[in-house]
């Protein structure tokens, strides 16, 4: 049911962000405050019965207030235009630029979504609390790993789920078939968790392979995090002061508003 359902739907919708996501370098480095578009201005400044204010034309008034020096004030809207296409730029890809969320940011998420099923493990810790006979350390590893496979299936999950739509927007077929692809991918990948469930389940309350296996997979999900998350931009050919086709619809397309 999760498979054929849920699963589809999470690349459809992950899919349209990536793509989205993937025009972001081209439109942040080429950022012309003349070629946005503007809502207010689109609909000639009127809704049909009432006059709209411009939202461009507040915008450039504070942006020549903010950017304007006392030796070049005619310089304000090129300083800006300059900002954001270098430094602000660069903070927004290393942030979410190629659709690979940094490690800090996915343990964050995973944990906060892991935090009911954690609450709902509380039940069986108290089940399995008769430490007696056993090695206390393995139980009290056992009992942590149990815990952790939670936020860590997730970690993985997020990965993977990145991965495979990065992936999936630069396979050439239609796209109900690239869904079926990674849908059927992450099917197989759920093994890891699954496997993790089965060891836990199947060994001696004093064995320690869970947290083997479980360090290993931290490992590996951390590993995979660290590869992804540290791709610099390449330096790009070309400069978009001299203008170029291809760039000004993917701009164009999207109109701001207040
Ligand atoms: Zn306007
Ligand atoms: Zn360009």
Redesign the pocket.
Known sequence: MFGVVVLPMRFFLGLRIMEDVRKLPEQLRCFDLAKAQ?T??SLG?TDGKTSLP????LLLKSIRRWFSEPESPDDALARFEKLLRQGFRQEVLQCVGYGYASLGYAVYMACSGSVPILVLQLRSLRADASPEAVDQAAWFLRVLVNWAQVPLGSLFGVWMNQALCSVGVKIPLRRSLVVALLSTVTLLASAAPVALQQILLRTEPSSYLPVAYFVAWLTVTTTLFHCTGCRVERPQPHTCDVGHAGVGNAVDSDTFSI
């Open positions: 503007c207010c201005c400044h411009c939202d461009r034309r």
